[in-house]
């Protein structure tokens, strides 16, 4: 299996802040990647699709980047309604595999 | 817009099986270009794929789950359903059904979830 690895596992951040969430894949992915963000007791939304591509939907300050190994997830000026948990998830391999997710607090 | 609901029980005895239905609407089960599939979540951990199904019966699994898994399709009802056999403790979670092109493992939509306890 591809083991998919997030950094941070948790973080604090302030109304406006810009925030940076890293995954790492055990092996190259291409850009088969895709994001999701979970509210607690809900199901998780998809986010962001083949590394870069915004669902429809989701608002522009949500970005994604990176190809091979290396992945980023952006929000660009944190709102209050951006809380949550986010995972990554590779799509590369049909043994679909998730990160451990990135708990994310407002302060 | 595609809706998911996941029915069934929600106490499963160790040893016994785990079966769930997930009924479709808003769209037929049978549009070809997207897989169905199972997704769980034990309380307070992460997201652990399952498997999926493509509308002809076609299916793939997590080898993880070492074979105690078995998805089917019913078009007529426009539901798939998940058996889970010899249920530990371990499987203890919140089971979401989702859509996914058969292209790829993008989750684009996602049942509510429920939870399922295994426990005597």
């Known amino acids: 299996d591809i083991q998919m690895t997030q950094s941070p596992s948790s973080l604090s951040a302030s109304v406006g802040d810009r925030v940076t969430i890293t995954c790492r894949a055990s092996q190259s992915i291409s850009s088969y990647l895709n994001w999701y963000q979970q509210k607690p007791g809900k199901a998780p939304k998809l986010l962001i699709y083949?590394?870069?591509t915004l669902q429809r939907g989701v608002p522009a300050r949500f970005s994604g980047s990176g190809s091979g190994t290396d992945f980023t997830l952006t929000i660009s000026s944190l709102q209050p309604e951006d809380y949550g948990t986010y995972y990554c998830q590779q799509s590369d391999s049909i043994s679909y595999t998730f990160g451990q997710g990135t708990k994310l607090e407002i302060k | 817009q595609v809706q998911l609901q996941e029915s069934g029980p929600g106490l499963v005895k160790p040893s016994e099986t785990l079966s769930l239905n997930c009924t479709v609407s808003?769209?037929?089960?049978?549009?070809?270009?997207?897989?169905w599939g199972w997704i769980r979540q034990p309380p307070g951990k992460g997201l652990e794929w399952i498997g999926s199904?493509?509308?002809?019966?076609?299916?793939y699994d997590n080898p993880s789950l070492k074979s105690r898994v078995t998805i089917s399709v019913d078009t007529s009802k426009d539901q798939f359903s998940l058996n889970l056999r010899s249920v530990t403790a371990a499987d203890t979670a919140v089971y979401y059904c989702?859509?996914?092109?058969?292209?790829?493992?993008?989750?684009?939509?996602w049942g509510q979830g429920t939870l399922v306890t295994v426990s005597s």
């Open positions: 989702v859509r996914h092109l058969a292209a790829g493992g993008t989750f684009e939509y």
């Open positions: 808003g769209g037929s089960i049978s549009r070809t270009s997207y897989y």
């Open positions: 199904i493509y509308y002809t019966g076609s299916t």
């Open positions: 083949a590394a870069s």
